[in-house]
């Protein structure tokens, strides 16, 4: 396996956490940068080999470089990726991949002209348990899938994007990965609620609800920066049973042999039992995440799992709302 050079573009908040899974793939040399003031002092020996950097054009201009990933703000996204594209560099970009379906667009259309890998960082669809659960429903472990309920709330840090851009495309992209749909199948315009709390202009809770036109599934997600526990629940109901994916048990996945069905005039209940759902991958998500990345960048494989073309769904369906 030959070895390749990537830049990492941005050492703030997540960036550190990339450098760290970035650092521990085989057969990877990585420049890192960030151009605030006194960003780079921490990670000086930190990691044998690795280069640093104040400058951004550094990392997209160096021909040694054969990758990039971007973990800065969302509204830097569009500029640092298309000079990336554009210095043929293949580019993994954290969510969201731009704040506009127009600049998404752009993007993968240049990624597409030049065949250039572009990822975004979906990193939940690279969790063992929301693989495992497409697994389940596909072999209609609990029947035909008739309504998801997600919930993601804690008392978070308000932002100016809004509590949906922040935190809808972890669950607009797990269900679409999880459903095999996109955002052309489902009813529009969406049922919206949002409310603005703790400062005017910028919506700190929000209720989503969508219906797919094709299988009549419906789907509800909650979202909250004003909530007294982290709660990151998500509710599978099918005509056969049920699952429940909470994120922050230790029992991750449960299968609820419960349903409800119309016979005649009467519906008919099934209570049964709650069985754990055993999970036998314990990789980091986002270990997984980066290491499907280079060996999308070392096959060329433009059609990789969570793309540009799931991004930019993602990003046109935030947008609608």
Not at 1 to 25: A, C, E, F, T
Not at 134 to 149: D, P, V
Not at 225 to 243: A, E, N, S
Request: glycine share 6%; proline share 4%.
């Amino acid at each position: 396996m030959d070895r390749i050079k990537v830049g990492l573009i941005g050492l703030g908040y997540w960036g550190p956490i990339l450098l760290r899974n970035l650092v521990s793939q085989v057969n990877c040399d990585v420049i890192a940068c960030d151009n605030q003031p006194g960003a780079l002092d921490k990670f000086l020996g930190l990691h044998p080999g690795l280069e640093l950097t104040s400058s951004a054009s550094k990392v997209l201009q160096d021909k040694r470089v054969k990758a990039v990933i971007i973990a800065t703000p969302p509204h830097t996204h569009y500029d640092l990726a298309m000079q990336a594209l554009q210095n043929n560099k293949h580019v993994f970009v954290e969510k969201p991949l731009t704040m506009n379906s127009e600049t998404s667009e752009k993007l993968v259309k240049e990624a597409k002209k030049r065949g250039s890998v572009l990822m975004v960082g979906h990193t939940f669809l690279f969790v063992p348990e929301v693989r495992l659960i497409k697994e389940l429903i596909e072999n209609g472990k609990i029947g035909k899938l008739l309504h998801i309920e997600s919930n993601r709330k804690n008392l978070g840090k308000v932002q100016s994007s809004g509590v949906i851009w922040d935190l809808a495309p972890h669950d607009l992209a797990m269900l679409y990965y999880l459903t095999g749909s996109d955002r052309t199948d489902f009813i529009w315009p969406a049922s919206v609620c949002t409310t603005e709390h703790v400062s005017s202009g910028i919506a700190d809770v929000a209720s989503i609800f969508m219906k797919n036109k094709k299988t009549d599934l419906t789907y509800q997600l909650n979202l909250s920066w004003l909530h007294p526990t982290k709660t990151r629940t998500t509710y599978f109901v099918g005509d056969k049973g049920m699952l429940i994916y909470d994120m922050m048990a230790k029992e991750k996945i449960l299968f609820v042999d419960r349903h409800v069905s119309a016979h005649r005039d009467e519906f008919k209940h099934v209570d049964g039992s709650v069985t754990t759902v055993p999970v036998l991958d314990d990789e980091e998500p986002l270990y997984k995440e980066i290491k499907e990345f280079l060996i999308a960048v070392r096959t060329n494989n433009v059609d990789c799992l969570s793309n540009g073309e799931l991004g930019l769904d993602v990003v046109k369906t935030i947008e609608s709302m």
